[in-house]
């Protein structure tokens, strides 16, 4: 188990590392193109951010690890609100002024609701996969239309994103190709590592999805979170979590089950789908019509969070 856990360790750091590379590469080739720094720190900033948990679902649901591909995504999204917007606002008090962001939270709840709902037959299907899709693209126009509309103290804060300095077109794509590969060895290693490590400790590989690999794949969002809570940039902390939770369910389950039909365990849909809905419910309630999350508020998303992995732990051990 030592040897497994290591490797886990090991596949979560080359994931974290390809992410990062990825996203300096993806920034640089983004400049080359012309694009604008608020489409580069919104869309691919964000898509970056979120490229681990696609490198492991797709590892996962290729690799017959149909429990971990759905319990990494669901299991993150919690983490996302409850771990991260919840250490975030502890740190600073939120206050988002993102017009964006008061369509993608409720979005988000949607997005979520859908989700429950294509589950309830135990299966989500290449069909289904491919709705989720069109909705990633109709998110994407959205944002890419919004950002005229955005106050020009909220393109500012989106124009610090961790932009290239790289100004060659061999190393941009170097950085890219490198990442990429980081991305898909480290969610292979991960992957094959956690089903491992659930058969030594005769643990569900869901309850792993859920928990072990879903944190280390928000590792990412978690950094540029605090990051931006710390340096009183609220809009992008917020919408990091917000946009990868859509961006895990839109695209990155659209895209896994687009190419493999996941079969979806009774627990997620009678349980965590549930509860991953109920969290993005007790979010958009804190945010309200004020768009701010309090450190009181903060503390209740982390308290809610620690007790569920409080609580699964113990029927791991019970």
């Known amino acids: 188990m030592l040897w497994q856990t290591l490797l886990f360790a090991t596949g979560l750091v080359v994931l974290t590392v390809g992410a990062d590379l990825f996203i300096r590469g993806a920034c640089g080739l983004g400049q080359r193109l012309g694009m604008t720094p608020y489409v580069i720190g919104l869309v691919i ?10 490198a492991v679902s797709l590892s996962a649901a290729y690799g017959g690890h149909y429990d971990i591909a759905l319990g990494n995504v669901v299991g993150s999204n919690i983490a996302n609100i409850g771990l991260i917007l919840g250490i975030s606002a502890l740190l600073a008090p939120l206050t988002i002024h993102m017009r964006l962001l008061r369509v993608e939270a409720p979005l988000m709840l949607g997005a979520f609701v859908l989700l429950w709902l294509l589950a309830i037959d135990g299966r989500i299907g290449r069909g289904e996969g491919a709705l989720l899709l069109l909705g990633q693209i109709a998110l994407l126009v959205l944002v890419l239309r919004s950002g005229k509309r955005e106050p020009p103290h909220v393109q500012n804060e989106l124009a610090e994103a961790p932009l290239s300095e790289l100004h060659h077109w061999p190393a941009t794509l170097g950085l890219l190709a490198i990442g990429l590969l980081g991305l898909v060895g480290g969610g292979m290693l991960a992957v094959e590592s956690a089903s491992a490590i659930a058969r030594g400790f005769g643990v569900s590989e869901l309850v792993i999805g859920l928990t072990v690999v879903a944190i280390g794949t928000s590792l990412p969002e978690l950094a540029s979170s605090v990051v931006a809570a710390l340096r009183g940039h609220s809009d992008i902390a917020v919408g990091n979590v917000i946009g990868s939770n859509l961006f ?20 997620l849909e009678h349980f965590e789908l549930p509860v991953m809905i109920g969290f993005a419910a007790i979010l958009l309630l804190m945010m309200g019509r004020k768009m701010r999350i309090s450190r009181g508020e903060g503390a209740v998303l982390l308290s809610a969070y620690l007790g569920l992995i409080a609580w699964q732990v113990a029927g791991v051990v019970g």
Request: charged share 5%.
């Open 248 to 267: 895990n369910i839109l695209f990155i389950l659209g895209t896994t089950a687009s190419l493999h039909p996941l079969p979806v365990a009774a627990s």
């Open 45 to 54: 900033v964000g898509f970056g951010t979120s490229a681990p948990e696609l």
